[in-house]
Structure formats: structure tokens, C-alpha cells
Nanobody, 122 residues
Framework: QVQMVESGGGLVQAGGSLRLSCAAS????????MNWYRQAPGKQRELVAG???????NYADSVKGRFTISRDYAKNTVYLQMNSLKPEDTAVYYC????????????????WGQGTQVTVSS
């Protein structure tokens, strides 16, 4: 099927930068949209950024101008470059992808990474 493995989280000071990566593998025909979500304790999971198969991007207002989402099509990987990090960016970040899968049949499904912790100190 499809597996998605995240990396790049960690502890960083306010104003610092991190780059998250999420690599998809498995029975992938192609990937439509890829997204990054985040969830802070006691809060709902929210969409941070998304990128389509045509490289159109969208961002939450709270991260616009600071975060950049990108894709490596050859590696089935999505990245989130996070600059000028703020304490309020602290959350578990999850990647998500809409994937066209082919096993015995062909179908579209949504897959999630395991989550990676981002902590921004004051």
C-alpha cells in the first residue's frame, strides 16, 4: 500500500528555522495534493499548507510569508520550510497526501504520516 515517513522536527529557538520532510512510498501511481497539518495540545488539527499536482500552493494566514511548501516529484516527497518560527508554531506536524494507488485495482486514497514534533522556545 502506501507509507509516509516524516522527519525534520525538533527543538528550535524563536526566529529559527526547520525543514520538515515527508516521503511517500508504495503502490503509488501518482500523488495529487500534498499537505501539512499541525495539531497543538488542546487544539484542533489545522491545515498549514498544501500543494497540488500542478504546484499550486496555499497557506494558513498564520504562516503565510514564513513557511514554504514544495514537492520533489521524483522522490514523492513534500517539504515544509519553516522560517521565523514563533512559539505558537509549536505542534505536532503531520503530512498528508491524496494518492492514486494501484494494487489489484486503482483508487484514490488519503494517507497520513506519523507526525513529527516541532517545539519553538521563546
Amino acid at each position: 500500500q502506501v507509507q509516509m515517513v516524516e522527519s525534520g522536527g525538533g527543538l528550535v529557538q524563536a526566529g529559527g528555522s526547520l525543514r520538515l520532510s515527508c516521503a511517500a512510498s508504495g503502490s503509488i501511481v501518482s500523488i495529487n495534493a500534498m499537505n501539512w497539518y499541525r495539531q497543538a495540545p488542546g487544539k484542533q488539527r489545522e491545515l498549514v499548507a498544501g500543494i497540488t499536482s500542478s504546484s499550486k500552493t496555499n497557506y494558513a494566514d498564520s504562516v503565510k510569508g514564513r513557511f514554504t511548501i514544495s514537492r520533489d516529484y521524483a522522490k514523492n516527497t513534500v517539504y515544509l520550510q519553516m522560517n521565523s518560527l514563533k512559539p505558537e508554531d509549536t505542534a505536532v506536524y503531520y503530512c498528508n497526501a491524496e494518492v492514486i494507488v494501484k494494487t489489484i485495482s486503482t483508487y484514490t486514497a488519503s494517507y497520513w504520516g506519523q507526525g513529527t514534533q516541532v517545539t519553538v522556545s521563546s
